[in-house]
C-alpha cells in the first residue's frame, strides 16, 4: 500500500505555498520596500489581532457556525472602556476587565440566539452586527452639538500596549500566546474535541452524549472574550475610538480562517490555519498598500479571494474524497485478503 | 461455549395504543454467542431490541442480566449494565481519530490535557486484544464503511460491554468488508462477548450464528441450536406457511401479451450497486421487483427515471432510446413514486393542489404565462377522487396530513396525465392497511387500462397481491425471474435469500 | 382553528396599532397626508429591492449583495450620465448598464452557489465587499452628482396624481414578482425548491436553473433600486445602499418570509416594508437617530427568525409523533 499524504497535511502546504507566493509576488514588485524587517513586523502586528479574534472565529466555523458580529462587537467594547475612560476614575486594569465582560456577554448574547433559539447563524450573527453598531451609537461620546466624536484613550499605561519590544509588538506576543492557547485547547482538550464532533455531526456528537447547545454557545462566549482582547490592543494601538472601528472587520478572521483550511461545513481546521490566514490577509493588504493601491482594491482583492478559495475547497475537497473512497476500497481489499 | 445465560427476557408484552406488538416474548443470550434474531417486518424485532436498550419500556414481562432481575430505563443504563448497540446510522465522527472517536468523552487527561500517548496505547491494546485491522492514529474520515463499523465496535468494547447489539450490520457494507467483519464477530465470541445479530440475510445467520430466535407477528416463533437452522424451515418458520402449500400466500402468475412498453438493456451503475441489468416491461403489466435492501432495487428504478446517471446501457421507452432525466421521463409519460416519501415525495409547506399541480404544469390551462389556477384546482380534484383522499381539502398542505394520505398524493399527481410506465418504490411503506388496499387497486386499474407498472417492495406479500410478473434481485444483478407459475412468499424470499429451494444444510 | 384566525388578524392589528401609537405620539405631524406619501417614498426602495430578494429567500437562499450591488448599479449609471454630458441618451444607456451589472452580479451568485454547492450567504458576503470595493475604485471615493438631465433626477421626484413615481415603481415590481410568483410555473417551482429540493428535483423541477434565475432577479431589482436611490439624491457614492440588505431582511420577515426557505408572499412583503416605513418614520418623529435602526431590525430579526425556527421544530416535532404512530400502525398490520 502506498504511504499517502494526510488530507490536512496536503491542505496545510497549500495554504502555505499561497502565502509564500503572495510574499514572493510583493518582494518581486515591491522590492526591499516590502522585504525590509521593519515591514514584516509591521504585517505581523496587522496580522495580530486578526489571529486573536481569529481563534475564537475557527472554534465557531469548526462547529460550523459563523461569526458576522466581531466587528461591530469589537466597536462596543472599546466605546466602553472609551466611556469608563472619560466619566469614571476606576483604574485602567478594570476599565479593561469591564471591556472584556462586555466582550463575553456579547458572545453568550450570540450563543444564546444561535444555539438555543436556533437562529440561523449568519442571519442572527447578521442581526447583532446591526444591534452591536447601534449600542456602540448609543453610548458613543458626543459634542455640546450632539454630533459623535473621536474619543482619546491616551493614558499611557494604556498605550503602552501598543507598542513593541524590538522588532515584535505586544500584540503579537499576544496573539502568539492566544494562537498556542488557541490550539491546546482545540486539541488537547476535551472542549476541543467535542468542537470537532459538533461540527462534523450534531447528530452524532448528541448521540456520543456532547451538549451541543452548550459547545456552541461556549464557542461564541470565546469569540466574545478574543474580540474583547483584539479590541483592547487595536485602540491602545490607535490611542483612540469611534463609532465606526472595525466595521468590516468581521470580513478579516473569517477569510484567514477559510484561507487557512478551516472548513465552513465543519469539523475541520486549526489554529495553525488561521494564523497562516492572517498572515496572508495581512501581507496581502500591506503589499497593495505598498504598491499604491488604496483601500479599495483591498475589498475587491479580499472578497475575490475568499470566493476564490472556497471553490477551491468544494472541487479539492470532492477530488480527495474521491480519492480517499478508493483508498479505502483497496484498504477494505488487502484486509479482505 | 458455557450456557451460562447473560441476558434473559421473559414474558415481554409490549403493546401501542392498545395494538400488542410483542406478546409473551421470550429471548435469552448466553455468555460468548452470536444470537441472531430474525423476522419479517413488523414481527416486532426492533421494538424487542428498544425495550432491551432502555429506548421504550415495556408494559408486562422481565429483564435478568447476569442472572440477577434489572429494570433498563434509559440507554444510559444499558451502556452502565454493558450493553453497547452499533447503531445502523454510525456515530463516529470523520475528522477525528480512531482513538478519539473511541475514547470520546472519557479521553484519559494528564493535568488536565488530553494523554494521547496513553489513549493511543490504550486503544492500541483494544484493537490487539480482538485483532481489527485499524491504527488508533487514523483518521476515521479515511477509512471505509467496513472499518468505521468497526470503530463503532471498538467504541462499544472500549465500555467493557459484554453484549454487543448489531442491527443490520452488513447492509451498507461491500463483500470483502462483510467477510473482514464476520471474522471479527468470530473472535470477538472467542473472546467472551455476547452478540445479538439481527440480520435479513440467512445465509449470514446459518454462517454465524450459534443460535437463531424467530418472531412472528410479535410472538415467538421458533428458537433454533445451530444444527438446528435449516434454510428452508427458517423461512417457513418466519413466513408461517409450509414452502410448497397453496394458499393466500400463493399466487398464479401469468404472462402479459400487451407491446412492449419499458426495455432496460444491459444498464450499470457507476458505483456498482447494480450490473448488467436487462428487462422488458410491457403495457399493461405489473413489473414486481423483489431484492434484500441493497441488492440495487431502488437504485436501478432512480436510474430508468433518470434522478442518477447510469454508467453504461439503454433506457428504451416505447422504442425509443431516451437519455432519462427527471424532466424529461415526466414528459415522456413516465411517473415515479419514490422510496423515501418525506425526503422525495412530497413540499410539505404545499398544499394538495400545488404537490398535484407540480408535475402536471404542461397539461394545466393557462392564458399567457398565467396559471389558470381554476383548472389547477380543478385537476387536484380529479387527483383527489381518483385516489380518494380524506378529508378532500385540496387547500390542506400535505406535510400535516397522515402517511396514506400524503402517499396518495405522492400517487395521485400522477393519475391525472397521460401515463405509460408508472415506477413505484415501496409504496406502501409505513402507511394503514385500508390505504394499501386502495393503492393495491389503484395500480391494477391503471396496468388494465394499458400503462406499464413496475413495483419495488420488500414486502413479499405486496410483491405477490399487485405482480403480474416478478423478478428478483440480489447482490447488484437479477437472480431469478417468476413468470407463468405458481408462486409463494418462501420461493421469493428463497430467491432473495440466494437458496436454492429444497436444500439442506 | 382560532389559532390560524389569530395568525390572519396579527398583521392589521400590528399594523393599526403603529399607526395609531404614532399618531398618539406625534399628533399633529404623523396624521398627515404628505407624511404618508412621505413614508411610503422613503421606503420604495426598499419595498422594490425586497421584491426581488424575496425571490432569493423563497427558494431557501440569502443575498446580502444587495446593498452595495445598489450601489454600484447606483455609481454605473451616475457616472455614465457624467461621462456622456448628462444627455438624455445617456440615462438610457446608463439605465441600461445598471442594470446589465445587477443581472450579471446575480447570474454570477447564483453559478457559483449551485456549482459549487457553497453556501449562499458566503458567497454573497464576499460579493459585498468585491462591490463596495469597485464603487471605491470607479469613483474615486468622491461624491459623483447627477442633477442633470431632468429626465434622470425625475425618476426620484417626479409625482403622478400627488405621489412619487418610485411608489409607482415599486407597485410595479411588486406586482410583477407577485404575479411570477403566484401565477406562473417558475413561481411555483420557486416554492417547491425552498420547501424541498430533492423531492423538487424528482419531480422535474430544473432546482439549480431556477436558483440561478431567483438571483438573478435579487440582483436586477438591486440595481433598481440603487438607480431610484441615486436619482432622489441626485447623486452616486460607494456608500450608497449600504445596509440595505438588512432591511429588506427586515421587511421580508416582518411580512412573514421565513428565511428557511418555501414560505412567504409578495403581498406578506409589501405589508413588511410598510411597517419598516412607519418604524423608521416613527423613530424620526421621535427623533431616535437613524443610527439605531440596527438595534430595532436587530431584535426584530432575531425574534421573527427565532419564531419560525421554534413553529419548525414543533413541526419536525409532530412529525416524529406521527412516524412513530405509523410504524406502531405498519406492526399492527
Known sequence: MKRHIKQSTMRRLISLAMLLALIALFGVLGGMSFLSTGNFSEIFRNASVVAIVGVGVTYVIITSGIDLSTGSMMALVAMTMANIYAYTLLPIWSMILIGIAVGLVAGLVNGIIVAKLNVPEFIGTLATLGIFRALTYLIAITDANGVIQSQPLTVPEYTVLGGSIGAVFYVTVAMAIFVIAGEVVLKYTRFGTNLYAVGANKKSATLSGIDVPRTRMIAYVIVGFCVAVGSVFTTARLQSTTALLGSGFEFNPIAAAVIGGVSLAGGSGDIIGTLIGSVFMATLENGLLKLHMNTAFQYIIKGIVIVAVVIFDSLYRKRMDRIAKEHGAQAEEGVGA | MSKELLLEANHIYKSFSGIPVLHDVHFDVRRGEVHALMGENGAGKSTLIKIITGIYTKDAGQISWEGKPVEIN???????????????????????????????????????????????????????????????????????????????????????????????????????????????????????????????????????????????????????????????????????????????????????????????????????????????????????????????????????????????????????????????????????????????????????????????????????????????????????????????????????????????????????????????????????????????????????????????????????????????????????????????????????????????? | MKKIDWEKMSKPIILVGAIIILSVLRPQSFLTANNFANVLWSVSVIGIMTCGTVFVFLAGGIDLSIGTLAGLSAITVVEIIDKMGATNASVIIGIIAALCVGAFAGMVHGLIITRFNIPAFLVTFAAQSVYLGLSMVITNNRIVSAREPALFTSIGSMKILGFPLPIYLMIIIALISWFSLSRTTFGRDIYAVGGNPEASEISGVHVSKDIVLCYVFSGLTAAIGGIVLASMTQQGMASTGSGYETQVITAAVIGGVSLLGGVGTVPGCIYGVVIMGLINNGLNLMSVPSTQSGLVQGVVIIIAVAFDALQHQDQSRKKVKRISEQIKGTASS
Open chain 2, 74 to 505: 434509559s440507554y444510559q443504563d444499558c451502556l452502565n449494565l454493558g450493553i453497547s448497540c452499533i447503531y445502523q446510522e454510525l456515530s463516529v465522527i470523520p475528522p477525528l481519530t480512531v482513538a478519539q472517536n473511541v475514547y470520546l468523552r472519557k479521553e484519559p487527561l494528564r493535568a488536565g490535557l488530553i494523554d494521547y500517548n496513553k489513549m493511543n496505547s490504550m486503544t492500541q491494546q483494544l484493537i490487539d486484544l480482538y485483532d481489527f485491522p485499524l491504527k488508533p492514529t487514523t483518521l476515521v474520515e479515511d477509512l471505509g464503511m467496513g472499518q468505521r463499523q468497526l470503530v463503532e465496535i471498538l467504541k462499544g468494547l472500549s465500555n467493557d460491554s459484554k453484549l454487543l447489539i448489531m442491527d443490520e450490520p452488513t447492509s451498507s457494507l461491500s463483500g470483502k468488508e462483510a467477510e473482514s467483519l464476520f471474522g471479527i464477530i468470530c473472535k470477538l465470541r472467542d473472546q467472551g462477548v455476547s452478540i445479538i445479530y439481527i440480520s435479513h440475510r440467512l445465509e449470514e445467520v446459518y454462517r454465524l450464528s450459534d443460535r437463531l430466535t424467530i418472531l412472528r407477528d410479535g410472538k415467538n416463533a421458533a428458537v433454533l441450536e445451530k444444527d438446528e437452522i435449516i434454510p428452508k424451515m427458517v423461512i417457513e418458520t418466519m413466513i408461517g406457511k409450509e414452502m410448497e402449500e397453496v394458499d393466500d400466500s400463493s399466487k398464479e402468475l401469468r404472462s402479459d401479451e400487451g407491446p412492449v412498453c419499458l426495455e432496460v438493456k444491459s444498464l450499470t451503475d457507476s458505483a456498482n450497486r447494480f450490473r448488467n441489468i436487462s428487462f422488458q416491461v410491457r403495457h399493461g403489466e405489473i413489473l414486481g421487483i423483489g431484492g434484500l435492501i441493497g441488492a440495487g432495487r431502488t437504485e436501478i428504478v432512480r436510474a430508468i427515471y433518470g434522478v442518477d446517471k447510469a454508467a453504461s446501457g439503454e433506457v428504451l421507452l416505447d422504442d425509443e432510446r431516451l437519455d432519462p432525466n427527471p424532466a424529461l421521463s415526466i414528459s415522456k409519460g413516465i411517473g415515479f413514486v419514490p422510496e423515501d416519501r418525506r425526503k422525495q415525495g412530497f413540499i410539505p409547506l404545499l398544499s394538495t393542489v400545488k404537490n398535484v399541480a407540480l408535475t402536471n404544469y404542461d397539461i394545466i390551462k393557462r392564458t399567457g404565462m398565467a396559471i389558470d389556477e381554476n383548472d389547477e384546482l380543478e385537476l387536484s380534484k380529479k387527483a383527489i377522487e381518483a385516489i380518494d383522499i380524506r378529508p378532500a381539502d385540496p387547500q390542506k398542505e400535505v406535510g400535516t396530513m397522515s402517511g396514506g394520505n400524503q402517499q396518495k398524493v405522492v400517487l395521485g399527481k400522477w393519475l391525472v396525465r397521460g401515463l405509460k410506465l408508472l415506477i413505484v418504490d415501496e409504496p406502501t411503506a409505513g402507511i394503514d392497511v385500508g390505504a394499501k388496499a386502495e393503492i393495491y387497486s389503484i395500480l391494477d386499474q391503471l396496468a388494465s387500462d394499458g400503462v406499464a407498472v413496475i413495483v419495488v417492495s420488500s414486502d413479499l406479500q405486496e410483491l405477490l397481491r399487485v405482480s403480474h410478473r416478478i423478478i428478483v434481485m440480489r447482490k447488484g444483478g437479477i437472480v431469478r425471474e417468476f413468470k407463468d407459475e405458481t408462486v409463494t412468499q418462501a420461493k421469493i424470499l428463497a430467491a432473495m435469500q440466494g437458496v436454492e429451494e429444497g436444500e439442506k444444510r
